[in-house]
């Protein structure tokens, strides 16, 4: 079955530095990947929508300038947090769905669990 | 606008008692798709099950059972005789037909305790 593949799975860094996270469909392409993140104890919210070849399309609220992502190619989508501060701590988890599973559900990375110190 | 309402923060079980996870929706469109994920401590989200509005079957696989009615816009997971094992955060989820985002309630977290 369709896979996405999501690194790295834990993140722990200092403050300041700049973040990458990578999203991989490993069995399809995807035109379309999706960036949550997961506050701890709280549900999934989106941040942003990736497309192939275009410009991310954002959520309210969130900032592009902070969270830069990149769908350079068919199966990879990347989410960098860019000047990470403490307050950007958190889980971040991308999932995309096979184009010929238009009723199916999306599938989701394993996650990236970010820490900034 | 859609959102799904999980009520249920928190729950607590003793290990092989039934449990039941309550989930409301709200949607203007008249097709639309609901999910249930389970989330373990370990973070990644596992499908449970997809059910399509036009499909109020219920469904029953192994110990869990998923009970739809549309006329009170709900969705509500039982699982029978749980076990320690199903101890995690369970999301119910909406994505209407067309749309490729998920809108997610805030999560049941469920603990069974031996």
């Given at each position: 079955g369709a896979v996405v593949s999501q690194h790295p799975s834990r993140v722990i860094c200092k403050s300041g530095t700049s973040v990458k996270i990578e999203c991989r469909s490993l069995d399809f392409q995807a035109t379309t990947m999706f960036w949550y993140r997961q506050f701890?104890?709280?549900?999934?919210?989106?941040?942003?929508?990736?497309?192939?070849?275009?410009?991310?399309?954002y959520e309210q609220g969130v900032e592009k300038d902070k969270f830069l992502i990149n769908h350079a190619s068919l199966t990879l989508s990347t989410l960098t947090v860019t000047s990470a501060h403490p307050e950007d701590?958190?889980?971040?988890?991308?999932?995309?769905?096979?184009?010929?599973?238009?009723?199916q559900p999306q599938h989701f990375g394993d996650g990236t669990r970010l820490s900034i110190l | 606008?859609?959102?799904?309402?999980?009520?249920?923060?928190?729950?607590?079980?003793?290990?092989?008692?039934?449990?039941?996870?309550?989930?409301?929706?709200?949607?203007?469109?008249?097709?639309?798709?609901?999910?249930?994920?389970?989330?373990?401590?370990?973070?990644?989200?596992?499908?449970?099950?997809r059910r399509n509005s036009f499909d109020e079957q219920n469904e029953i696989s192994g110990r869990y059972s998923w009970n739809f009615q549309k006329s009170t816009s709900s969705f509500n997971f039982t699982i029978t005789a749980s076990q320690v094992v199903d101890s995690a955060v369970y999301f119910c989820a909406l994505r209407r037909a067309g749309a490729n985002n998920l809108f997610f309630g805030t999560g049941t977290r469920l603990t069974v305790i031996p």
């Open positions: 701890p104890k709280q549900s999934l919210m989106l941040m942003a929508t990736s497309n192939e070849g275009s410009k991310a399309t701590s958190s889980f971040y988890i991308c999932s995309a769905r096979p184009p010929w599973e238009s009723n | 606008a859609q959102k799904v309402t999980q009520a249920q923060t928190e729950i607590s079980v003793v290990e092989k008692e039934d449990v039941t996870l309550d989930c409301v929706y709200e949607t203007r469109d008249t097709t639309y798709y609901l999910f249930w994920y389970k989330q373990p401590p370990s973070g990644e989200l596992v499908f449970l099950i």
